[in-house]
């Protein structure tokens, strides 16, 4: 019943490295959305995708990236990781229109520290 | 802007103690509201979508309530299995297909 899957649950980076989070959904939907979620901020939304190679910004884009080649696959790219991008990635993933008898489903979420 | 807050921040209960969750949103045109259940360390599941005015959902102890200014989350007769931080979201009809949400209340029931 695996809907949205992402690569890792757990990570662990230097700072400055380059930092890929990948997150493949099976539903064969048109939207894909990455959020950071941290204490007492709640989920913000970084980018997000309503089909392949088109994206846009969220509240927080800066200091990552995007890629949607495929229309399953959605990557989160960290071009230079740093300590304060430590958090919990999101991904989610929702059909267009959605809100309609229908909702986003959420990946398990990608833990990330950067030391 | 689109905005969401969710009260109280934390609500501890006894097992079998029925409260309320709320959220309070402000959005330029409601396509629809959210609610999502998260366990720590995971990611959010959803729960249930409300589209407008005076409509409600049920899911097992779980009631989701909706007017033009706030949604109610109302658990009756909770269990220890039902701990965990409730998420409320908005999608606004116009604009990007985004959901914002709120910062969740953190729920804990007590055997």
């Known amino acids: 019943d695996v809907k949205v899957t992402q690569s890792s649950r757990y990570l662990v980076k230097r700072t400055g490295e380059k930092v890929f989070l990948e997150c493949v959904q099976d539903?064969?939907?048109?939207?894909m959305f990455w959020y950071r979620q941290d204490p007492g901020l709640g989920l913000r939304l970084i980018y997000f995708?309503?089909?392949?190679?088109?994206?846009e910004k969220g509240d927080i884009p800066e200091g990552y990236s995007v890629s949607r080649e495929k229309k399953e696959r959605f990557s989160l790219i960290l071009e230079s990781a740093s300590t304060n991008q430590t958090s919990m990635y999101l991904c989610?993933?929702?059909?267009?229109?959605?809100?309609?008898?229908?909702?986003?489903?959420f990946g398990q979420g990608t833990r990330l520290t950067v030391v | 802007e689109d905005q969401v807050t969710q009260s109280p921040e934390a609500l501890r209960l006894q097992e079998g103690e029925s409260s309320s969750l709320n959220c309070s949103y402000t959005?330029?045109?409601?396509?629809?509201l959210f609610w999502y259940r998260q366990d720590p360390g995971k990611g959010p599941e959803f729960l249930f979508t409300?589209?407008?005015a005076g409509e409600e959902k049920e899911k097992e102890r779980l009631k989701a309530t909706l007017t033009k200014k706030e949604s109610f989350l109302h658990i009756t007769a909770p269990k220890p299995e039902d701990s965990a931080t409730y998420l409320c979201?908005?999608?606004?009809?116009?604009?990007?297909?985004?959901?914002?949400f709120g910062q969740g209340t953190r729920l804990t029931i007590n055997p």
């Open positions: 989610a993933a929702g059909p267009t229109g959605f809100g309609g008898n229908t909702e986003a489903f």
């Open positions: 539903m064969d939907h048109e939207n």
């Open positions: 979201a908005v999608q606004a009809t116009k604009g990007a297909q985004k959901l914002v």
């Open positions: 995708s309503y089909d392949v190679k088109m994206k």
């Open positions: 959005v330029s045109g409601l396509r629809g």
């Open positions: 409300l589209y407008s």
